[in-house]
Nanobody, 116 residues
Framework: QVQLVESGGGLVQAGGSLRLSCAAS????????MAWYRQAPGHQRDMVAL???????NYAESVKGRFTISRNNAKDTVYLQMNSLKPEDTAVYYC??????????WGQGTQVTVSS
């Protein structure tokens, strides 16, 4: 089992920056990839950024060039550096992981609000 806890959300003005953190605990050595998702009111939960066990990254087109996903050396924490934030980035951001044999775990979410 893997447990995830997000932190770092908050209120920021358009054009500002924010860094989210996701701390993993449990069977972290079985993690296949970790990712950030976001969900705005009335919208589905969409993938924002993903990092594989080998370090390969993928980004949604809407955040490419502005957001960066990374890990610490122990691979138990994943970060999302968000720059040049826009009001449309406002959402609850969730950390998620695929681990073991295609199992999934989710964090509780952290609110990011970007003012106009």
């Amino acid at each position: 089992q893997v447990q995830l806890v997000e932190s770092g959300g908050g209120l920021v003005q358009a054009g500002g920056s924010l860094r989210l953190s996701c701390a993993a605990s449990g069977s972290i050595f079985s993690i296949n990839f970790m990712a950030w998702y976001r969900q705005a009111p009335g919208h589905q939960r969409d993938m924002v950024a993903l990092i594989t066990s080998s370090g390969t990254t993928n980004y949604a087109e809407s955040v490419k060039g502005r957001f960066t996903i990374s890990r610490n050396n122990a691979k138990d924490t994943v970060y999302l550096q968000m720059n040049s934030l826009k009001p449309e980035d406002t959402a609850v951001y969730y950390c998620s992981t695929d681990y073991g044999y295609s199992r999934r775990a989710w964090g509780q979410g952290t609110q990011v609000t970007v003012s106009s």
